[in-house]
């Protein structure tokens, strides 16, 4: 028996001496579903990623990524986050109010206008909402902009009874939104993103809101060649773990991690920027027509939703986050 504690504790010794290499070490390995392309700026910093906390836990940490929509829709790929078939998601607006529902609000039509706006509101907002989430199994890793939602038609859309005169096609996802338009008004029609362009062909819808990285990517800009240069709001977008993915990760990691995360984020941000004013420009070489609009016509379509909003909280929005939301722009403005 002393002998046997004489070598364990020479092995400990050693185990010591030398991090990289340790006694029965444990390998945790965290498996993340995305439904971004791996050739996107998502699948790239994704990979990117999973180097980085390779790198940092000496490969003690495996992130390892699913992109393309591989492990299913988002709908999907919550139900395997919650029996812990995977670990972590990449999910946008429509995936993650499935998780907390405060979170669309921030997709509220023409609530939040710029990108500028949209990093104040996050900075304030973030802990609350990562507070609301946590409080349903998952864990925030970090938040991005995947892009802002425009209209996009077979007709020219400068104002809105200009869009009222469509059909207008819009996600199963996002019942808050198309209750939203619903209301003020607008003809919406349930479409999945796989079908808008049988839909367009078919003219069973004239138009959608969508960012331009999608339009272009699914290539609908032949088949609905006027673009809305107004942006309606912002497409978020989040890597989130669930409970279990994120107690597997040694407690010595996770504030490198976290860094590490965060700077993906600020990485995606950046790209998606350049890479949707690159597909606008893509686009318009290919047929499609971009109508600037006029600040007094603007104005219209803010006016529109001020003067319904208090009908759509508590219905399609949050009260208290679009109050909150409303009080960070007004002061931001000024």
């Known amino acids: 028996m002393k002998k046997i504690l004489v070598c364990l504790g020479g092995i400990l010794l050693l185990t010591g001496m030398n991090p990289g290499w340790t006694f029965g070490q444990r390998k945790v390995t965290i498996k993340v579903a995305s439904i971004a392309p791996e050739n996107t700026p998502w699948g790239e910093a994704l990979n990117r990623l999973a180097k980085a906390w390779s790198e940092v836990s000496g490969g003690e940490v495996e992130l390892r990524?699913?992109?393309?929509?591989?492990?299913?829709?988002?709908?999907?790929?919550?139900?395997?986050?919650?029996?812990?078939?995977?670990?972590?998601?990449v999910l946008t607006s429509f995936g993650i109010n499935l998780i907390s529902p405060e979170v669309m609000t921030l997709s509220a039509p023409f609530l939040i206008r710029t990108s500028e706006e949209l990093k104040r509101v996050l900075e304030a907002l973030k802990p609350e909402l990562e507070l609301k989430i946590s409080a349903k199994g998952f864990h925030t890793l970090t938040w991005a902009n995947a892009g802002w939602v425009t209209f996009?038609?077979?007709?020219?859309?400068?104002?809105?009874?200009?869009?009222?005169?469509?059909?207008?096609?819009?996600?199963?996802?996002?019942?808050?939104?198309?209750?939203a338009f619903r209301s003020l008004g607008y003809q919406?029609?349930?479409?999945?993103?796989?079908d808008i362009l049988i839909a367009l062909n078919s003219n069973k819808i004239q138009a959608f809101y969508q960012s331009p990285l999608f339009a272009g990517?699914?290539?609908?800009?032949?088949?609905?060649?006027?673009?809305?240069?107004?942006?309606?709001?912002?497409?978020?977008?989040?890597?989130?773990?669930?409970?279990?993915?994120?107690?597997?990760?040694?407690?010595?990691?996770?504030?490198?991690?976290?860094?590490r995360a965060?700077?993906?984020?600020?990485?995606?941000?950046?790209?998606?920027?350049?890479?949707?004013?690159?597909?606008?420009?893509?686009?318009?070489?290919?047929g499609l027509k971009v109508h600037q609009i006029a600040p007094n016509q603007a104005q219209l379509w803010?006016?529109?939703?001020?003067?319904?909003?208090?009908?759509?909280?508590?219905?399609?929005?949050?009260?208290a986050v679009y109050q909150r939301v409303q009080a960070l722009l007004a002061d931001f403005r000024r």
């Open 302 to 319: 803010y006016s529109e939703v001020d003067g319904a909003i208090d009908s759509l909280l508590g219905a399609a929005f949050d009260r």
């Open 188 to 194: 919406m029609v349930t479409v999945s993103d796989n």
């Open 217 to 259: 990517a699914m290539q609908l800009f032949g088949s609905a060649q006027h673009m809305t240069s107004l942006p309606v709001a912002p497409f978020m977008a989040g890597i989130f773990l669930n409970e279990p993915g994120w107690r597997a990760i040694p407690e010595r990691y996770k504030p490198e991690f976290m860094r």
């Open 65 to 89: 990524v699913y992109h393309n929509g591989v492990a299913g829709n988002e709908g999907d790929v919550l139900q395997k986050l919650k029996i812990n078939q995977i670990q972590g998601a």
């Open 152 to 179: 996009f038609s077979k007709s020219p859309v400068f104002i809105p009874s200009d869009l009222k005169r469509l059909k207008i096609g819009t996600r199963p996802e996002a019942p808050e939104l198309a209750y």
């Open 262 to 286: 965060e700077a993906i984020s600020g990485e995606i941000n950046a790209s998606v920027i350049r890479l949707e004013a690159d597909a606008v420009k893509t686009m318009t070489q290919y």
